[in-house]
């Protein structure tokens, strides 16, 4: 399997931008769920599985490290009262702790699959950048496993050209210049079905059927074991591969 396209999402639930080549560490690609935007009233981080307008703006780093947010509209901004405008409630733009030693907590639906927006629980993300898992900050999928779905629903960092990732739990991989030791697939929840721009509608049949043809699971993490840069064409090897 080669890599096909590479993504950084630097906000949370927001759409995120395609690399040619990324420096990737124990924390994952540089500067991906760098930030995450987090009701005032509520101090909860925001996702667009209680939020899905979220998937309507997009995120990119600037050249000095910061990040700025694409509103719908095609206007940047970094204002917390500006952003607040576009979703309708009091939030603001926070960056991951740099000690990584508060774990943010979210808001999410009870049942995933047919959410009803009364009901809600919290749940804890990773420590330091906003990700799901506290221990596996490197998500990878291939074209095999996307089939005719859109990967943009999945929002993972590594697309892969070819099949066969799911079989790699407990292996270890080169990708470029990074080495990888594979997890558990990942489970999928109700963004997977949200309306996004470029024509992605809104689609409850996904979910349903990687609930019941898959378990509910598609995709992969990967711990980085070794950090460095992977660029699109390089070849994933695993030990013990003759390729």
């Not at 997890?183 to 996004?196: D, E, K, L, S």
């Not at 992969?220 to 699109?232: D, L």
Request: with cysteine; charged share 30%.
């Amino acid at each position: 399997m080669r890599v096909l396209e590479l993504w950084r999402y630097p906000v949370k639930s927001l759409q995120g931008e395609r690399l040619a080549e990324a420096q990737i560490g124990a924390l994952g690609i540089d500067g991906d769920r760098r930030w995450a935007l987090f009701d005032r009233d509520t101090g909860l981080g925001l996702t667009a599985r209680r939020v899905p307008e979220l998937l309507f703006g997009s995120a990119r780093l600037r050249a000095d490290g910061g990040v700025e947010v694409v509103l719908p509209d095609g206007s940047v901004t970094t204002d917390d009262d500006t952003l607040s405008g576009w979703l309708g409630r009091r939030v603001e733009l926070r960056a991951a702790a740099e000690d990584g030693d508060v774990a943010p907590t979210y808001e999410t639906p009870v049942d995933e699959e047919e959410p009803d927006p009364t009901e809600w629980l919290q749940w804890e993300g990773a420590h330091g950048p906003f990700h799901d898992s506290p221990r596996i900050r490197l998500s990878l999928v291939s074209t095999g496993t996307l089939g005719t779905w859109d990967r943009r629903r999945f929002r993972a960092n590594v697309v892969l050209d070819g099949e066969g990732e799911e079989h790699l739990r407990g292996q270890e991989a080169e990708l470029g210049g990074v080495r990888l030791r594979f997890g558990i697939p990942i489970p999928r929840c109700v963004m997977t079905t949200r309306p996004q721009p470029g024509g992605i509608a809104r689609d409850t049949s996904v979910l349903k059927t990687i609930h019941r043809e898959r378990d509910g699971l598609l995709a992969v993490r990967a711990a980085v074991i070794r950090g460095g840069s992977v660029g699109t064409g390089d070849v994933l090897v695993p030990d013990g591969s003759a390729d």
